[in-house]
């Protein structure tokens, strides 16, 4: 008589021990890819000295593309808002005094393409690069 | 336009928009001899008054934001009438409903979320304060806000309009209690 094969249970129990890509669920969050180079694109070095104009001035960016503004924050330097255009998009911007005359402004942000899809973030250079030529512009206007 | 550029949304989703003059003029009132405090107070006010709860402000900023969920009627578009005249045409038990429809609309489970930010104007001969409104809403398939179904801003100049009308009224009205 044949012995029943002990292969298949033995190799579910290798491939259940090996490390693989899952991640433990409290540790999910740390997961965030590469983040010097997101981090690069998402940063800029602006001029300004008074943080509460700057931070106007932010503001107003963010709702000349269309956002509403969720939370501001002015002790902080944070500005939160959210667009909506049949997808959305939510993004906070913080601006922190580098020096007397310079703010380091970072954005990060999430988007949903539709209503029932679930909020990835924005990790292409492209949505940054608009969102920091359009608060150049607007700083720009501000101070002339 | 509609190429999907990052994570789905358009590649030009964070790009001034060509209108962007127009818009901002439709949605910015100028008040002239108001304080910032004032005109804070007075829209905090007018919020309360349509029934929005206040989600966040930060004064030193200018800014108030508020949400309020409500269920609305609009009118049957051109090829919803074009449907329910179909299903009624093939299962007669059904015009009553279509006929029902096209009298009272359809109804959109919402929320709408509004942002009235604050700033000082000094550049006219005397001094004023500017207030930008900008308001969006999504649309829900149910009452319980479970299913979201449009996401849209809200840009109809009546709505801008009307928010200022009161606004304005709500400034006066303050300054008769001081």
Known sequence: MKCPSLAGPAVALVVALLPGCATAPGLAVFDTGSQVELRSYQSRLLPGSDREQFLRVVIGTMQDLGFVIDKADAALGTVTGTKLAGYEVRMTVTVQPQGRAQFMVRANAQSKPKPTAAAVAIEEPGPYQDFFAALEKALFLAAH | ?178
């Not at chain 2, 901002?24 to 029934?51: C, F, I, N």
């Open chain 2, 1 to 178: 336009m509609w190429l999907a550029g990052c994570a789905g949304i358009p590649a030009g989703a964070l790009k001034l928009p060509p209108d962007t003059a127009e818009h901002r003029e439709l949605q910015t009132h100028r008040y002239e001899g108001v304080s910032e405090a004032r005109l804070l107070s007075a829209g905090v006010g007018v919020l309360q008054d349509l029934g929005f709860t206040l989600e966040g402000s930060e004064s030193r900023l200018g800014v108030i934001t508020g949400s309020r969920k409500l269920t609305s009627r609009r009118p049957l578009h051109s090829d919803e009438v074009l449907s329910r005249l179909a299903w009624s045409a093939a299962i007669p038990y059904l015009a009553p409903f279509a006929a029902y429809g096209a009298i009272h609309g359809v109804k959109e489970p919402q929320v709408v979320r509004l942002s009235l930010v604050t700033h000082p104007d000094p550049t006219g001969p005397t001094p004023a304060c500017l207030v930008r409104v900008t308001a969006q809403r999504v649309v829900y398939l149910d009452e319980q806000l479970t299913t979201a179904k449009t996401l849209e801003a809200l840009n109809d100049p009546r709505f801008f309009e009307e928010f200022f009308k009161r606004l304005s009224l709500s400034v006066f009205l303050e300054e008769g209690k001081s």
